[in-house]
Each structure stands twice: as structure tokens, then as C-alpha cells.
């Protein structure tokens, strides 16, 4: 399983910035209720720019147990953050968790792999 899984930190590290044709209301996945608006080409998701991030989707308590709310509508950048990789480690080291080794491209707090 993955560590994703009893981590989360990225979830609550960033700003998620994606395209709002990734919207459900553009034709995309990511349910627009779950986002804001900021500007006619850019969508972020809730919480993640608060000034202690945690994106509105994210389930659980980050190092313990955690899920994705929208696993399978989660926009662009929750694909492409790399576990282990040096995003990984500073999300971590944010929350007070040790760095992984790295490993292979993750998918944030759903990821099941
Ligand atoms: S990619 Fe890294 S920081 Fe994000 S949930 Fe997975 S282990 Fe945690
Ligand atoms: S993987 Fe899910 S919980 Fe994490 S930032 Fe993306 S949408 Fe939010």
C-alpha cells in the first residue's frame, strides 16, 4: 500500500492550481464545489491556499490515516506529485514527517498503489 495512504502532508502543504477545464461545470472531473475560481483560465481547490493549507477533498488526520474525497475527479497537479520525491519531503517535514525514499510518481492522499 502506499504511504500516501497514512500521510496526506502534500494535501495540506500546497496550493492547488489546475485548469478549469478540469471542472465538472467545464466538462471535466473535479466537482466545481470543491474549487474557486481565479480567474477565466484558473481554478484552485478549497483550503489549499488558507495560511495552514488542507484541501477541502482531503479525509482523515495527516500521518496517520488518510483518503481523497474526489480520488477519481482529483485534478492535474494531485497526479503528478511524486512520492519520495523532493515536493514529498518538504509537505512531510512540514507536518513533522521523516522523508521517503524515493519511489515512483504518487497520486497525494487517495493514492492506493
Ligand atoms: S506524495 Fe508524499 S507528501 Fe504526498 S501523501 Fe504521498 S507520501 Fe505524503
Ligand atoms: S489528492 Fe485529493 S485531497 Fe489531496 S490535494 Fe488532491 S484533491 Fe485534495
Known amino acids: ?9 502534500c494535501c495540506a502543504a500546497y496550493r492547488v492550481d489546475f485548469s ?4 465538472d461545470e467545464h466538462g471535466g472531473h473535479v466537482p466545481a464545489g470543491l474549487a474557486l475560481a481565479l480567474n477565466d483560465t484558473l481554478a484552485r481547490l478549497r483550503g489549499t491556499d488558507h495560511a495552514q493549507p488542507r484541501c477541502a477533498a482531503l479525509t482523515g ?3 496517520e490515516a488518510v483518503g481523497c474525497g474526489i480520488y477519481e475527479w482529483r485534478p492535474g497537479p494531485c497526479h503528478e506529485l511524486e512520492e519520495g520525491g523532493d515536493a514529498c519531503a518538504r509537505a512531510r517535514a512540514r507536518h513533522g514527517l521523516p522523508p521517503l525514499p524515493a519511489r515512483r510518481l504518487a497520486s497525494g492522499a487517495g493514492s492506493a498503489a
Do not use: D, K, W
Open 61 to 63: 488526520r495527516i500521518g
Open 20 to 23: 478549469i477545464h478540469e471542472l
Open 1 to 9: 500500500m502506499s504511504a500516501c495512504r497514512s500521510c496526506g502532508a
